[in-house]
């Protein structure tokens, strides 16, 4: 079945910086686009970044342009979100997105907290 594991969240200084991480597993990872998405208390789920099935295209929310890197390994069947310069506002649980296609349709992981506080 599939299996979308994120790890890497945890308690960080504002300016500070976490490496997400997120172990697929269960379907053909380097077939299918992939999202990092969060949501903080009281708000509506965000989009923070989306990278293509072979990683050759990015893109993030205005937000976290400049800030925030998604990458890949397909070979580890992995997904990666870099948060550089954390600000408090950015804390939120982080969830891990595999993109719906034609392929199979759009499927979360459980989510991991990411709190950014002094």
């Known amino acids: 079945q599939v299996q979308l594991v994120e790890s890497g969240g945890g308690l960080v200084q504002p300016g500070g910086s976490l490496r997400l991480s997120c172990a697929a597993s269960?379907?053909?990872?380097?077939?299918?686009?992939m999202s990092w998405y969060r949501q903080a208390p009281g708000k509506e789920r965000e989009l923070v970044a989306r990278?293509?099935?072979?990683?050759?295209?990015?893109n993030y929310a205005d937000s976290m342009k400049g800030r925030f890197t998604i990458s890949r390994d397909n070979s580890r069947n992995t997904v990666y979100l870099q948060m550089n310069s954390l600000k408090p506002e950015d804390t939120a649980v982080y969830y891990c997105?595999?993109?719906?296609?034609?392929?199979?349709?759009?499927?979360w992981g459980q989510g991991t907290q990411v709190t950014v506080s002094s």
């Open positions: 997105n595999r993109v719906g296609s034609w392929l199979g349709p759009s499927y």
């Open positions: 269960g379907f053909t990872f380097s077939s299918y686009a």
């Open positions: 990278i293509t099935s072979t990683g050759g295209s990015t």
